[in-house]
């Protein structure tokens, strides 16, 4: 199992933009679904964005049109890309990998057996 680091958290104002990376110590490219997820103080984690191994992705409906997911497994990295940041946007984000799915991505956090260790995202108005 490969581990996967996050970075490029920190702290925006509102209107803001921040780029999250996640590299994974070995090759993803066989794995299938790459998701980004995040958990804001005294919430549940929810997804924010998937990603498959032919690119085809999906961003939750809170970050649509202004989050954007992409893989480049040469780097063996993700990306979440954040533009238009709100405060609730506010969380520590996750990355993580269903390394058991091979033809469909699956937004429930149980399908997802690699975690990242998370990145703090604060968003200030």
């Known amino acids: 199992q490969v581990l996967l680091i996050e970075s490029g958290g920190g702290s925006a104002q509102t209107g803001g933009s921040l780029r999250l990376s996640c590299a994974a110590s070995g090759s993803i490219a066989s794995t299938y679904c790459m998701a980004w997820f995040r958990q804001p103080p005294g919430k549940e984690r929810e997804q924010i964005a998937h990603?498959?191994?032919?690119?085809?992705?999906f961003v939750a409906g809170a970050a649509k049109g202004r989050f954007a997911i992409s893989r480049d497994s040469a780097k063996n990295t993700i990306y979440l890309q954040m533009n238009s940041l709100k405060p609730e946007d506010s969380a520590v984000y996750y990355c993580?990998?269903?390394?058991?799915?091979?033809?469909?991505?699956?937004?429930?956090?149980?399908?997802?057996?690699?975690w990242g260790q998370g990145t703090q995202v604060t968003v200030s108005s």
């Open positions: 993580a990998a269903d390394e058991a799915s091979i033809v469909s991505c699956w937004s429930s956090l149980y399908t997802y057996n690699n």
């Open positions: 990603i498959n191994r032919d690119g085809e992705s």
